[in-house]
């Protein structure tokens, strides 16, 4: 125990006694510090669905204590679960415009911590500290930095992807089984932070049967001997997954990405799309660094080079190929064939590296830049060149585009100019390469990559705040105040069940935002309802509480939170209970339960429209113990959009018909409500008119239809008068 104890102490005072190492962590600090200046401005949110998905799993963490991913109360299956865990210490007191900022101040650290295993992987592959610290710094300075601003599992899932790979690297180079099992570990981390690591587990086995190979063709007989542990592992795991596919199940193993794992994808599109992805690569990093990185990958695969080249080598060949080959196979599925470079921006700063390795090697790779040279130019030939108005979440490397096409005029002229421009370049580095001499030469291509690689971040910054964000409005403005009243008037410990309903007649965008937003900026916020599936606007791995009411008694077949947010603007029921809150036409209700509706419309569209010549009903219910019957006043705006319709409402006590001007107007109507039951008040107009889509979810809201008046803000009095018994109508 002495022994291990003094082991231990022996390894801390070389840690504490390497400078170098000591110097990346400065650098990790230094360069959070300076990102965590620019994240922390952001003041709202801007990819959603993702950050409202993240953000109330770690609220669900803060809540409940249980690491299990949780939203709306029930368990779903999210392997992405690191990255909540870790900002979920930031939430939980009610504050969330203070929790965001605080999480954006976490964000910058966090992505920026790449930087040390950054290092630890550029030491071992190169061979120099000082080298090594300017790959490190170069991790941190990509365009992909700006992810750091938002809630997405990239921000945990980058420093955890170079960790494993780091640890993957070692496995390779020193064949043991501890090293393995460490490897393995980080990959599973790694997987927990975002999903889409699992490839590592691919890569992991892939290096390790390359690099034998290299070593010695018959080498792979040896695994058996120097890897039992890793090969009865992967074993079992093989065997599990071809089980699970007989049963049609492997895709489960995912969680909810289950998705992405169905479905195939044509050879030759699948090829494309990946040549597509790498010349997006190369285009970031000026292209010449690009082909010399994989160029030299190539060369350093080979028996007579070092053990720590040849490791990372073939660590880094499969890394990237098989990113790659995941991020084309996805996008051609699941993006529209677009190049998403987030989904493969992890394998850059293992390029970075090999170029750093090709400019510090005895001579210039030749033969071996043909391979990556014509992947190059397939993808830059073919590759699409969307342009955005803003800055793209899923593509920030195309925030290039724009210039491209200004400079260009077109797609194709500016396919053909990065063609000509790479194979330009191509000739004017060989022809400095004959001529400067190779250290200086070498020295240039660093600067580049120093150069090009922090300009795209400090642009993607500038893109990101010029342009207003997702939800309307300048990033930097802070919203958070307008939305989180809830929270405010509720305190911490209370429930709420949000009833989205459209606000703003045929904005879909703007209707959408405003849900998303009073769940965001609400962590009393817990749960959502629907109504026959209209309006399910958050994610489709949110549970929702789906309702429906008995037409004969109003009471709801379930109960959400005691507490209710909806919008008075809803016309298709109202619950009953006590109003707590109303800013603008927003309701907070304490619910009675079990859920019981007050009134309950039918007829009318699910998003509030009259149908031409077609009657709708208000059913109005009698209330809980109520002995006899009462008088009570109705009243409903109707909304035309062109002079010269005509409506009527007609109840058991009064009648009302008018012609209807643009735009609003009242109609009201007493009623007399029976002491049991139910009346039903017609609503009917002739007015016909194209009106917008049906904003019940994307696929409808550009469908035109014919509509007659929007039935809005109908409200039923409290005052009730006794009376007689109801005339029949």
């Given at each position: 125990?002495?022994?291990?104890?003094?082991?231990?102490?022996a390894?801390?005072?070389?840690l504490?006694?390497?400078?170098?190492?000591?110097?990346?962590?400065?650098?990790?600090?230094?360069a959070?510090?300076?990102l965590?200046?620019?994240?922390?401005?952001?003041?709202?949110?801007?990819?959603?669905?993702?950050?409202?998905?993240?953000?109330?799993?770690?609220?669900?963490?803060?809540?409940?204590?249980?690491?299990l991913p949780?939203?709306?109360?029930?368990?779903?299956g999210?392997?992405?679960?690191?990255?909540?865990v870790?900002?979920?210490?930031?939430?939980?007191?009610?504050?969330?415009?203070?929790?965001?900022?605080?999480?954006h101040?976490?964000?910058?650290?966090?992505?920026?911590?790449?930087?040390?295993?950054a290092?630890?992987?550029?030491?071992?592959?190169?061979?120099?500290?000082?080298?090594?610290?300017l790959?490190?710094?170069?991790?941190?300075?990509l365009?992909?930095?700006v992810?750091?601003?938002?809630l997405?599992t990239?921000?945990?899932?980058?420093?955890?992807?170079?960790?494993?790979?780091?640890?993957?690297a070692r496995?390779v180079?020193?064949?043991?089984?501890?090293?393995?099992?460490?490897?393995?570990?980080?990959?599973?981390?790694?997987?927990?932070a975002?999903?889409?690591?699992?490839?590592?587990?691919?890569?992991?086995?892939v290096?390790?049967?390359?690099?034998?190979l290299?070593?010695?063709?018959?080498?792979w007989?040896?695994?058996?001997?120097?890897?039992?542990?890793?090969v009865?592992?992967?074993?079992?795991g093989?065997?599990?997954v071809?089980?699970?596919?007989?049963?049609g199940?492997?895709?489960?193993?995912?969680?909810?990405?289950?998705?992405?794992?169905?479905?195939?994808?044509?050879?030759?599109?699948?090829?494309?799309?990946?040549?597509?992805?790498?010349?997006?690569?190369?285009?970031?990093?000026?292209?010449?660094?690009?082909?010399?990185g994989?160029a030299?990958?190539q060369?350093?695969?080979h028996?007579?080079?070092?053990?720590?080249?040849r490791?990372?080598?073939?660590?880094a060949?499969?890394?990237?190929?098989l990113?790659?080959?995941?991020a084309a196979?996805?996008?051609?599925?699941?993006?529209?064939?677009?190049?998403?470079?987030?989904?493969a921006?992890?394998?850059?700063?293992?390029l970075?590296?090999?170029?750093?390795?090709?400019?510090?090697?005895?001579?210039?790779?030749r033969?071996?830049?043909?391979?990556?040279?014509?992947?190059?130019l397939?993808?830059f030939a073919?590759?699409?060149?969307?342009a955005y108005?803003?800055?793209?979440?899923?593509?920030p490397?195309?925030?290039?585009?724009?210039?491209?096409?200004?400079?260009?005029?077109?797609?194709?002229?500016?396919?053909?100019l990065?063609?000509?421009?790479?194979?330009?370049?191509?000739?004017?580095?060989?022809?400095?390469?004959?001529?400067?001499?190779?250290?200086?030469?070498?020295?240039?291509?660093?600067?580049?990559?120093?150069?090009?690689l922090?300009?795209?971040?400090?642009?993607?910054?500038?893109?990101?705040?010029?342009?207003d964000?997702?939800s309307g409005?300048?990033?930097?403005?802070k919203q958070g105040?307008?939305?989180?009243?809830?929270?405010?008037q509720?305190?911490?410990?209370?429930?709420?069940t949000?009833?989205?309903?459209?606000?703003?007649?045929?904005?879909?965008?703007?209707?959408?935002a405003?849900?998303?937003s009073?769940?965001?900026?609400?962590?009393?916020?817990s749960?959502?309802?629907?109504?026959?599936?209209?309006f399910?606007w958050?994610?489709?791995?949110?549970p929702?509480?789906?309702?429906?009411?008995?037409?004969?008694?109003?009471?709801?077949?379930?109960?959400?939170?005691d507490?209710v947010?909806?919008t008075?603007?809803d016309?298709?029921?109202?619950?009953?209970?006590?109003q707590?809150?109303?800013?603008g036409?927003?309701?907070?209700?304490g619910?009675?339960?079990?859920?019981?509706?007050a009134?309950?419309?039918?007829?009318?569209t699910?998003d509030?429209?009259?149908?031409?010549s077609?009657?709708?009903?208000?059913?109005?219910?009698a209330?809980?113990?109520q002995?006899?019957?009462?008088?009570?006043?109705?009243s409903l705006?109707?909304?035309?959009?062109?002079a010269?319709?005509?409506?009527?409402?007609?109840s058991?006590?009064?009648?009302?018909?008018?012609?209807?001007?643009?735009?609003d107007?009242?109609?009201?109507?007493?009623?007399?409500?029976?002491?049991?039951?139910?009346?039903?008040?017609?609503?009917?107009?002739p007015?016909s008119?194209?009106?917008?889509?049906d904003?019940?979810?994307?696929?409808?809201?550009?469908?035109?239809r014919?509509?007659?008046?929007?039935?809005?803000?109908?409200?039923?009095?409290?005052?009730?008068?006794?009376?007689?018994?109801?005339?029949?109508p």
């Amino acid at each position: 125990m002495t022994g291990v104890a003094a082991q231990a102490g022996a390894r801390w005072r070389d840690l504490v006694a390497d400078r170098w190492l000591l110097g990346a962590l400065g650098l990790w600090l230094a360069a959070g510090a300076l990102l965590a200046a620019v994240t922390t401005r952001v003041a709202d949110w801007f990819v959603m669905t993702d950050e409202l998905l993240y953000e109330r799993l770690g609220i669900s963490v803060a809540q409940s204590g249980s690491p299990l991913p949780r939203v709306h109360g029930e368990t779903i299956g999210n392997l992405n679960q690191l990255y909540p865990v870790l900002i979920a210490p930031l939430y939980g007191g009610g504050d969330v415009p203070g929790s965001l900022q605080s999480t954006h101040l976490l964000n910058a650290f966090l992505m920026t911590s790449a930087a040390v295993p950054a290092f630890l992987l550029a030491r071992r592959a190169l061979g120099s500290p000082r080298w090594a610290l300017l790959a490190a710094a170069l991790s941190v300075a990509l365009p992909w930095i700006v992810l750091a601003s938002f809630l997405l599992t990239e921000v945990a899932a980058y420093p955890a992807f170079l960790w494993a790979v780091w640890a993957v690297a070692r496995a390779v180079e020193q064949r043991r089984w501890r090293a393995d099992l460490l490897a393995l570990v980080l990959v599973a981390v790694a997987v927990l932070a975002r999903t889409q690591l699992i490839v590592l587990a691919a890569a992991f086995p892939v290096a390790i049967l390359l690099e034998a190979l290299v070593v010695d063709r018959g080498a792979w007989r040896s695994l058996w001997r120097t890897r039992r542990p890793l090969v009865v592992l992967y074993g079992a795991g093989l065997v599990l997954v071809l089980v699970l596919a007989v049963a049609g199940k492997a895709s489960s193993l995912l969680g909810n990405y289950a998705e992405t794992a169905k479905g195939g994808v044509i050879q030759w599109r699948l090829v494309e799309a990946f040549a597509q992805h790498a010349a997006i690569l190369a285009l970031t990093m000026a292209i010449v660094p690009f082909l010399l990185g994989t160029a030299w990958l190539q060369r350093a695969l080979h028996r007579e080079r070092p053990e720590r080249e040849r490791a990372f080598a073939a660590v880094a060949l499969a890394t990237t190929v098989l990113v790659l080959l995941e991020a084309a196979s996805f996008d051609l599925r699941f993006g529209g064939g677009l190049v998403k470079d987030r989904y493969a921006f992890y394998a850059v700063p293992l390029l970075v590296v090999a170029a750093l390795a090709a400019v510090r090697d005895a001579a210039w790779p030749r033969y071996a830049l043909i391979a990556p040279l014509v992947v190059v130019l397939a993808g830059f030939a073919t590759t699409p060149l969307p342009a955005y108005e803003k800055f793209n979440v899923d593509s920030p490397a195309a925030m290039l585009n724009n210039t491209l096409l200004g400079w260009a005029s077109s797609a194709d002229r500016a396919k053909v100019l990065l063609v000509a421009a790479t194979l330009v370049l191509l000739v004017i580095f060989a022809q400095a390469a004959a001529l400067v001499p190779r250290r200086a030469l070498g020295t240039g291509v660093a600067v580049l990559l120093a150069v090009v690689l922090p300009a795209q971040a400090a642009y993607g910054f500038d893109r990101l705040f010029r342009v207003d964000g997702t939800s309307g409005q300048p990033l930097t403005l802070k919203q958070g105040f307008l939305f989180n009243w809830v929270d405010r008037q509720l305190g911490t410990d209370t429930r709420v069940t949000l009833i989205p309903y459209p606000k703003l007649k045929g904005d879909f965008s703007a209707s959408i935002a405003y849900w998303w937003s009073a769940e965001f900026w609400n962590e009393d916020v817990s749960g959502s309802a629907t109504l026959g599936g209209a309006f399910s606007w958050t994610p489709s791995s949110f549970p929702k509480l789906a309702l429906a009411f008995d037409p004969t008694t109003g009471i709801a077949n379930r109960s959400g939170a005691d507490y209710v947010l909806f919008t008075s603007l809803d016309s298709r029921f109202r619950l009953v209970g006590n109003q707590v809150g109303a800013p603008g036409d927003m309701v907070l209700l304490g619910a009675q339960r079990p859920w019981r509706a007050a009134w309950l419309t039918r007829g009318l569209t699910d998003d509030g429209w009259l149908q031409p010549s077609r009657p709708a009903y208000v059913r109005i219910y009698a209330r809980e113990g109520q002995k006899e019957p009462v008088t009570r006043s109705l009243s409903l705006i109707l909304e035309s959009d062109a002079a010269g319709g005509r409506a009527t409402v007609v109840s058991n006590l009064a009648r009302w018909s008018e012609s209807l001007p643009s735009g609003d107007t009242t109609a009201t109507v007493a009623v007399c409500v029976p002491a049991t039951g139910y009346t039903d008040v017609r609503i009917v107009s002739p007015t016909s008119v194209v009106g917008p889509g049906d904003l019940r979810d994307a696929s409808t809201k550009e469908v035109p239809r014919q509509v007659g008046p929007l039935v809005h803000q109908i409200s039923l009095s409290e005052d009730a008068t006794p009376r007689g018994p109801c005339p029949t109508p």
